[in-house]
């Protein structure tokens, strides 16, 4: 990885996107110590100018950025970084150092839950409970989910069928990760089949 630290005066500059749902976390900066320190740790670590230090994101607040992929600009002098985010990335308590309505990505996160709920078991919750029926009556949930939106989209208001297809969503999802797959898989056979 070659990074051309000489154009800034040392400090390029590095967006932090969510690996999983691709948003925009935060901007920082990065020199070569930082970058060196962030690879061999797996956690994201800038140089703070306001510190004139290393700073760790996470360090205080137990909010680490994991480092999912490392990429380089064509000019190879910014950096994009993929993390999993633990907790809140910004300093306020919010998702996003951005001031972004809403998580357009939400059903990633929701991806995350149904994998949270599968990885650390809630006694009494809708996914456990579904998850001791069996494939059968999951897969037969996203039957009867489908044929309601269809319903909805043609006799109800636009908040039934938003309800709907929420619902429905949440079920395929589910599913797929009964079936060990997931978002992704489907995305990727998108954007195949687009080609």
């Known amino acids: 990885m070659k990074i051309d630290f000489n154009k800034?005066?040392?400090l390029v500059p590095v967006v932090i996107q969510d690996a999983q749902t691709l948003e925009v976390l935060m901007?920082?900066?990065?020199?070569?110590?930082?970058?060196?320190?962030?690879?061999?740790?797996?956690?994201v670590t800038f140089f703070s100018r306001s510190k004139n230090r290393l700073w760790t994101k996470g360090e205080e607040s137990?909010?680490?950025?994991?480092?999912k992929s490392i990429h380089i600009d064509c000019d190879n002098d910014t950096i994009l970084i993929k993390a999993?985010?633990?907790?809140?990335?910004?300093?306020?308590?919010?998702?996003?150092?951005?001031?972004?309505?809403?998580?357009?990505n939400?059903?990633?996160?929701?991806?995350?839950?149904?994998?949270?709920?599968?990885?650390n078991p809630v006694e009494g919750s809708y996914i456990n409970k579904m998850r001791a029926k069996g494939l059968n009556k999951i897969a037969q949930k996203v039957g009867e989910e489908g044929v309601e939106t269809v319903i909805a989209a043609l006799a109800e208001t636009e908040e039934e069928f938003i309800g709907e297809a929420s619902d429905l969503l949440f079920h395929l999802t589910f599913l797929l990760k009964?079936?060990?797959?997931?978002?992704?898989?489907?995305a990727q056979n998108l954007e195949k089949r687009h080609k």
């Not at 999993?84 to 357009?104: A, D, I, L, Y």
């Not at 009964?178 to 489907?186: H, V, Y």
């Open 178 to 186: 009964e079936k060990g797959l997931s978002l992704k898989d489907i």
């Open 106 to 119: 939400f059903i990633f996160e929701l991806e995350k839950i149904i994998t949270d709920r599968y990885e």
């Open 84 to 104: 999993n985010p633990v907790g809140p990335t910004c300093h306020t308590g919010s998702r996003s150092c951005f001031k972004t309505e809403f998580n357009q």
């Open 27 to 43: 901007l920082g900066y990065m020199n070569d110590e930082a970058l060196t320190k962030t690879q061999n740790e797996g956690k």
């Open 8 to 10: 800034s005066d040392g």
């Open 62 to 67: 137990g909010n680490f950025l994991f480092v």
